[in-house]
């Protein structure tokens, strides 16, 4: 089969990850006889500085024209000084909504051979960590009304928390399916002691839960939440939650792992579409120096054989030739122990396309 890739490196080390995610993708095509043909596209600082803004109307249409995105991160220093609307980070707002990428996957996993590098005590992890957060991607706050108006205490600004009955089902239906297929237990994070817009959610996550008698059902407020993922994070199975408060509990849950290097992501629209990316970012202090670890970016590559193309044993491949070269003893700096030999970002890919 042939497939259209939309690539998109960005900035900082998001061009060395992905060149090394193409090469483990070519690796695979390869051995399980695909095509996967590269588009590239420009997002974020890149290109603000070739074009003026950070998502040209191109980028929006190759992506359009493709299976799926690849995505390295956006970002950096050189762009921290302009206004809020103009950053390179409003290029992933403005490709979530132009997409229609209202689910965003984000897997915690806390994988054995770094065990140590996790923050929390042994026993709290014993077993090991398997959380994936079903973050509401393109709704809520983020995509409310927002503007200025003038209070008694002097000129204000808002941002509306808003969501609708079809995006909290679509996005609960997407939380049960994956629990189906996982652990059996969903968590639905609200604050609906306080919010209207939350108690909306809850209704309609529990309506859509009575499809779904054989997954558990719990609800948390966000606060606790937060709690309970430091105090008891093997409770947690599928957590479903809104776009702020997701883009918060997802980082928190994947540093409790200690491998936010390894950590993968998937957005994904209705049907089969979707734009993968790593959860770190941009990492500017590190960028060309051959040193970036571009094993998240390989997983999310995995993630999209699995979900958009249906290639599951090829997704399979890809994982397990990622736990080889781990447990082979390879480290990139960022999961070395202090002492431990290193190496780097293109030996890294070489090691896994070898693995495949
Ligand atoms: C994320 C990021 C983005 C978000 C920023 C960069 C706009 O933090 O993907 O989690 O808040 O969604
Ligand atoms: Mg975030």
Redesign the pocket.
Same mark, same amino acid.
């Given at each position: 089969m042939n497939y259209k890739l939309a690539v998109i490196p960005g900035d900082g080390i998001g061009p060395e990850v992905v060149g090394e995610t193409l090469k483990v993708l070519d690796k695979v095509g390869e051995r399980f006889g695909h095509k996967f043909e590269y588009t590239k596209a420009l997002a974020g600082g890149c290109a603000i500085d070739a074009t003026g803004a950070c998502l040209p109307q191109e980028t929006v249409d190759i992506c359009k024209k493709s299976d799926a995105v690849l995505l390295g991160a956006v970002g950096g220093w050189k762009w921290d000084s302009l206004p809020g609307n103009e950053r390179p980070e409003m290029a992933l707002l403005g490709l979530r909504k132009e997409l229609g990428l209202f689910a965003n996957l984000r897997p915690a996993l806390l994988f054995d051979v770094l065990a140590d590098a996790c923050p929390l005590k042994p026993e709290i992890v014993e077993g090991g960590l398997d959380i994936v957060v079903v973050r509401e991607l393109t709704g809520g706050i983020y995509f409310g009304e927002r503007g200025f108006k003038d209070t008694d205490m002097g000129p204000a600004a808002y941002d509306v928390e808003q969501y609708s009955e079809g995006e909290v089902r679509r996005i609960a239906r997407v939380a049960f399916d994956m629990a189906v297929k996982r652990g059996g237990k969903v968590t639905s994070v609200d604050k609906a002691n306080v919010l209207e817009s939350s108690r909306l959610w809850r209704r309609v996550v529990a309506q859509v839960g009575e499809d779904y008698l054989q997954v558990e059902l719990n609800n948390l407020y966000i606060d606790n939440a937060a709690m309970q993922l430091v105090k008891n994070p093997k409770q947690f199975d599928v957590i479903v939650t809104g776009n702020i408060f997701g $883009?918060?509990l997802? $980082?928190e849950a994947s540093m409790i792992t200690g491998s936010i290097g390894l950590l993968p992501s998937a957005s994904l629209a209705e049907g089969n579409f979707g734009m993968y990316e790593p959860v770190h970012g941009s990492a500017p202090d590190i960028a060309g120096k051959d040193m970036a670890n571009p094993m998240a970016t390989i997983l999310s590559a995995a993630m999209m054989l699995r979900y958009t193309f249906g290639l599951g044993e090829e997704a399979d491949a890809v994982e397990n030739a990622v736990k080889k070269v781990l447990a082979e003893g390879y480290r990139t700096p960022d999961i070395a122990k202090p002492g431990e030999e290193t190496i780097g970002t293109e030996r890294t890919g070489e090691l896994i396309a070898g693995a495949i």
């Open positions: $883009d918060i997802s $980082d």
